[in-house]
């Protein structure tokens, strides 16, 4: 009796911390009053900013794979923890600092901080390691700071343009580069921040998570494809850039506007589809499946 007593006074207060359908309808509605500027925000910036267009499927995503999970879920015991009080906390703080100092990423990605709290408050960190996956995806939803987005998109387009200029020279194509600029003899092409790289790779990236997801059950893999979208996005954009120049050179300078440019850009995203998935299938052939279960 001594022994059982302190088992019961934890499952009573499991009991009385775990959330009933009404509860959970009042948080969200709390967190939908707080976070609408925040999302509102968010959502207009998804739809006007072809930089991050992607993030329209990442909720869907995340909400699908809690859907494929919901039996491993339900099998799981509820352990409710206070450590989940400092997430909520900590996540609040960040909203209030983002909204003082007008900082959006702080304030939407508090809102993923707070989501955190909530889930190791009323079920425990083993629902949150279950939900790790669907969780940490969110994180592709939320746009880059410009400070951040200008440090990754310089560095590409100067990448873009010498990979380009080394390699037009091998086609017969005489080029003279002056930084993100590749002066042809018809004419200069400028690789401008919409022509870094940055859009088709922050897609990619965000396809191979859900690529992996659904076509791979090996952590390793899906990390290893998650990896090598980087490189593969990279390579694609420089082809593209290879490709404007040769289009300019050898057929008409003025095709190189308009609709074939953006042909390209949805071409050459394709053709890292078709990277990524041959990649997959390289790695099927040289480390089978079956290899790693037995």
């Known amino acids: 009796m001594l022994q059982s007593e302190p088992f019961t006074g934890r499952a009573s207060v499991a009991e009385a911390v775990r959330p009933s359908w009404w509860k959970v309808a ?13 999302l509102i ?24 794979v809690i859907w494929q999970e919901r039996s491993r879920l339900s099998a799981l015991s509820p352990h409710p923890s206070w450590w989940g009080l400092l ?16 900082e959006l990423f ?13 889930i190791v408050l009323f079920f425990g960190w083993n629902f949150f390691r279950a939900l790790l996956l669907p969780w940490a995806f969110l994180l592709l939803m939320i746009p880059i700071p410009a400070i951040v987005f200008n440090q990754i998109t310089f560095p590409l387009q100067i990448l873009a343009s010498k990979v380009a200029s080394t390699t037009l020279p091998w086609m017969g194509v005489p080029v003279l ?18 022509c870094s790289g940055i859009r088709s790779l922050m897609s990619l990236t965000t396809l191979t998570v859900i690529y992996g997801y ?23 954009n420089s082809l593209r850039i290879v490709g404007t120049g040769l289009l300019v050179q050898y057929w008409d300078p003025l095709k190189a506007q308009g609709f074939f440019h953006e042909f390209s850009g ?16 390289a790695v099927r052939i040289f480390w089978p499946e079956e290899a790693t279960q037995s």
């Open 266 to 281: 949805w071409l050459i995203f394709v053709v890292s589809l078709v990277m990524l998935y041959l990649l997959h299938r």
């Open 106 to 118: 702080f304030s939407r990605l508090s809102l993923l901080i707070v989501l955190a709290g909530l």
């Open 41 to 64: 925000h968010l959502v207009a910036q998804w739809w006007s900013d072809p930089n991050f267009s992607h993030g329209f499927f990442v909720p869907l995503f995340s909400a699908f």
């Open 26 to 38: 009042v948080i969200a509605a709390l967190l939908l009053w707080l976070y609408s500027p925040t």
């Open 177 to 194: 580069r002056e930084g993100n600029v590749i002066v042809l003899p018809a004419m200069a092409l400028e690789v401008a921040e919409a």
């Open 87 to 102: 997430f909520l906390a900590f996540g609040l703080c960040m909203l209030i600092v983002g909204q003082m100092g007008a």
């Open 214 to 236: 659904l076509m791979e059950r090996r952590v390793g893999v899906r990390v290893l494809l998650a990896v090598a979208s980087v490189p593969i996005a990279v390579a694609a």
